[in-house]
């Protein structure tokens, strides 16, 4: 067991540029969730897939935010245009599955700043 | 979703036993209660997780009442490494499973 890895660790970029970030779930876990956390607060959800099937998205998933899981284990977080009110620590998250007493992991997030 | 209430932060002190209640007044009946312990630029870390009664592990201890609108997290002989902030969610994960995270509670343990 492995853990869940994520991917970068860091990144700064300049508003308006697109950032892609990586999330490697612990093998054979069905569920996969991304969130995002800033200062001060808790972490927010995201979206969540089951396998492939991406089955619920947060209405702070705007438009220049997509998320995928191809073949149901890495996922992809893709921010386009980024702009300074993305900046915050992106955090995935993966789940054995939908059992009544699962617990998550959650990898180590990646930090976004936006200049 | 119950929607979760914490103490936003407590003190403690080295060696001491430390307890973090959580209320859930509207828990559902298939609903578990986990706890959560994150450190600064670190993603959050299972704790304890419970259904009613006690539960304990190496960690820590979990008290829940028999109406389960409230919980306790009991950390025993607390350390430095144990300043963190500890996040209290419930819900069912067999179904479409959203968790919602709080403010958490910031724990500041002092030698």
């Known amino acids: 067991d492995t853990g869940v890895s994520q991917d970068p660790r860091h990144k700064i970029t300049k508003r308006g540029q697109n950032v892609t970030f990586r999330c490697d779930p612990i093998?054979?876990?069905?569920?996969l969730y991304w969130y995002r956390q800033t200062l001060g607060q808790g972490p927010e959800f995201l979206t969540y897939?089951?396998?492939?099937?991406?089955?619920?998205k947060s209405r702070l998933l705007s438009d220049r935010f997509s998320a995928e899981r191809p073949k149901g284990s890495f996922s992809t977080l893709e921010i386009q245009r980024t702009e300074q009110g993305d900046s915050a620590m992106y955090l995935c998250a993966s789940m054995r599955t939908a059992n009544q007493a699962d617990t998550q992991y959650f990898g180590p997030g990646t930090r976004l700043t936006v200049l | 979703l119950a929607k979760t209430t914490q103490p936003i932060s407590l003190d403690s002190y080295e060696g001491q036993e430390v307890n973090i209640t959580c209320s859930h007044n509207n828990i559902a009946t298939n609903d578990y209660i986990t706890w959560y312990q994150q450190f600064p630029s670190q993603g959050p870390r299972f704790i304890i997780q419970g259904y009613k009664t006690k539960v304990t592990n190496e960690v820590a201890s979990l008290f829940i009442p028999a109406d389960r609108k409230s919980s306790t997290l009991s950390l025993p002989r607390v350390s430095l490494s144990d300043t963190a902030v500890y996040y209290c969610l419930v819900g069912y994960t067999g179904g479409s499973y959203i968790p919602t995270f709080g403010r958490g509670t910031s724990l500041i343990v002092h030698p």
């Open positions: 897939f089951q396998n492939e099937a991406q089955l619920e």
């Open positions: 093998s054979e876990h069905n569920r």
